[in-house]
């Protein structure tokens, strides 16, 4: 339970002990260690954007100076001119977005299948999804590869696509949110005869559309950081994703730190941004899909200004 | 009634029928054939003879393999238990906070956690760098002033990496000790100011115990995420010695990729699949007899 989620007289306590707190020193020498060792994990971030608007020769001076003498963006437009960082760009995109969606989309489906329909079979699938928990990914990576150079989908799109579709822990956390909505939403809108599908796409989505945002943001990021399977399944430098792509950025010389720095930043652009706008979906997600208790559907209610907007368009 | 049924399992079909497709074909099916597989000498692509359990005498009795385990046990150790002691003393330190310092500070620790591991690689790799390297400053103190490339020295490669592994994904431990520490009640700690208790008995009689659940998860997660280590190790390694440094999933990369040996390669992710599987038993047995408790 966060903050917000504590009830009002635990967060009255909470904040009249944090007010009647006198300014101790320690408590100041403190909170001045915590931001020191905060900026000091924040620096090699700092560090990669700073060396990747430096003038080349800035970079391999070792003056190291921790504020360009001159800001330029060569290196930027180097890897524009020189590399297929575009091309990358698009394949990250597109096989981000389609996991994305299909895991989200395939996912919500299942789980309310698994907490609202009864069929059989349903406690094997529970199982087996359980079990998907247990089977690393990368201990696959052999037969997927074979599969998919069966099917000749290797440095295509499905060929990145497919194998990163198994994400067990959206439909786990979408069927507990299923499970605690009240059977009354479901008895009223079957007495107007709605069927399943209008329920699903009605009643439980919108009403867990926090839950679906959080998912989907943290789908997407783990899809656009996947490493291993990308740099398997593509191995043209045309089908690479940007994480595989910017490994291969060298130049005649060798290594050069600025250009390197600067296909860095871009490839961590996405991500980063979405974490910036997104900030408090993106750390409920991770403790939903970690299963840390307490996380509750208060919590995930309330909307940001991105929900409202979008959940105009899909409100019943 | 009757029609009413069918209905249910037509509807049931339709929305879990993109699953079955998806797992099946992607998750089922490829496990049952890394399993048979194992027991087979065959390439990489391609039909092989049935071996029975040849495969596993052989890996199990190799050299590299035993490395493979070692160096993976030895980085499990390297990060888990810094991490786990690292992120809760921050997530500590940072639920003290109020208000935007408190957002601000954990977006410091937490940015790292989303970053692609090829930008983490990159970053690092330039900080460390022999020539240009921020990091010498530091190497020079321990090593009289000489530059030394960390990632190419045996002994200080798998520390190397760890350290950049701790940086990296201590955002996501911090994240559930801060939500493990939000779940105390603040009368808890009234009650202990009553009785005057100072800040370290509060944190051993209170905190701790409290937040053990928390960190037995943060282990286990942790525990059975580093046995799946490639990413970084291997980028770590472009170049380097990578049969000394080789971990699990590198070996299982190795076998198949580079030598050609699917059967083996099989052989070797069957193994892998074992300990985590193993793990995860253990995880949920610990976790059940706390529960009891």
């Known amino acids: ?29 403190l909170t001045a260690i915590t931001l020191l ?13 700073i060396t990747s608007v430096k003038p080349d020769g800035e970079v391999i001076s070792g003056s190291n100076s921790l504020w360009p003498g001159r800001f330029v963006f060569d290196s930027y437009i180097h890897i524009w001119n020189n590399t297929n960082i575009a091309i990358w760009y698009v394949n990250s995109m597109v096989t981000s977005l389609v996991i994305t969606v299909l895991v989200i989309v395939s996912s919500a489906g299942c789980a309310y299948a698994l907490s609202q329909l009864d069929f059989p079979g349903r406690r094997l699938i529970y199982v087996l999804i359980l079990a998907c928990f247990m089977v690393p990914m990368q201990a696959l990576i052999v037969n997927h590869f074979v599969l998919m150079a069966q099917f000749k989908l290797l440095n295509t799109w499905a060929g990145i696509i497919l194998p990163q579709l198994i994400v067990p822990v959206v439909i786990i956390v979408y ?27 009605r009643i439980y989505l919108p009403m867990n559309w926090g839950v679906t945002a959080a998912l989907g943001i943290i789908t997407f990021i783990g899809a656009w950081n996947a490493f291993l399977w990308p740099f398997l399944a593509a ?47 993106v750390t409920q997600a991770i403790m939903l899909s970690a299963g840390v208790k307490g996380v509750t559907r208060r919590h995930l209610d309330t909307p940001s200004w991105f929900d409202r907007l979008t959940m105009r368009a899909t409100a019943p | 009634m009757l029609r009413d049924r069918k209905q249910e399992y037509l509807t049931a079909l339709i929305l879990v029928g993109p699953f079955i497709l998806i797992y099946g074909a992607l998750f089922v099916w490829p496990t049952i054939q890394m399993v048979l597989l194992s027991f087979t000498k065959a390439p990489l692509i391609g039909a092989g003879d049935w071996v029975g359990w040849d495969n596993y005498v052989k890996i199990l009795s190799q050299k590299l393999f035993h490395s493979a385990f070692w160096n993976t046990a030895w980085f499990v150790v390297l990060t888990v238990i810094p991490n786990t002691l690292i992120s809760l003393a921050i997530a500590l330190a940072v639920n003290r906070l109020n208000g935007w310092l408190q957002g601000f500070v954990l977006a410091c620790f937490f940015l790292p956690y989303i970053l692609p591991v090829s930008v983490v690689f990159l970053t690092w790799n330039w900080i460390i760098d022999v020539q240009y390297g921020l990091a010498q400053g530091v190497v020079a103190l321990f090593n009289g002033g000489e530059p030394k490339s960390l990632t190419r020295t045996i002994p200080l490669f798998m520390p190397t990496v760890a350290f950049v592994t701790v940086w990296w994904t201590m955002g996501f431990n911090i994240l559930l000790f801060i939500a493990g520490l939000r779940n105390i009640s603040p009368e808890i700690y009234e009650a202990a100011q009553l009785d005057s208790a100072g800040r370290w008995r509060q944190f051993m009689r209170i905190t701790w115990p409290l937040v053990w659940p928390v960190t037995v998860l943060v282990l286990t997660i942790q525990l059975i995420a580093q046995l ?27 076998l198949a990729f580079q030598q050609n040996k699917g059967g083996e390669a099989a052989t070797a992710a069957v193994l892998l699949f074992g300990m985590i599987i193993v793990l995860s038993v253990l995880q949920y047995q610990l976790l059940r007899a706390r529960g009891e408790k």
């Open chain 1, 175 to 201: 069927k507990q949110f299923f499970d605690s909505v009240p059977k009354e939403f479901r008895e009223a809108a079957m007495m107007d005869s709605a069927g399943h599908f209008k329920i699903l796409f």
């Open chain 2, 228 to 254: 799946k280590i490639f990413d970084q190790v291997y980028l770590f390694s472009i170049g380097g010695r990578q049969d000394a440094t080789i971990t699990l999933v590198q070996y299982i990369y190795k």
């Open chain 1, 1 to 29: 339970m966060s903050a917000e989620a504590l009830s009002g007289s635990q967060a009255a306590v909470a904040e009249r002990s944090r007010r009647d707190r006198p300014l101790d020193l320690v408590g100041i020498v």
């Open chain 1, 37 to 49: 060792v905060a900026l000091a994990s924040f620096f090699p971030i700092y560090w990669a954007i």
């Open chain 1, 235 to 281: 191995t043209g430098e045309a089908t690479m994703t940007v994480p595989v792509g910017i490994t291969q950025v060298k130049d005649a010389y060798g290594i050069v730190y600025g250009k390197l720095m600067a296909s860095a930043v871009v490839a961590g652009l996405p991500v980063a941004i979405v974490y910036l706008i997104f900030q408090r979906r």
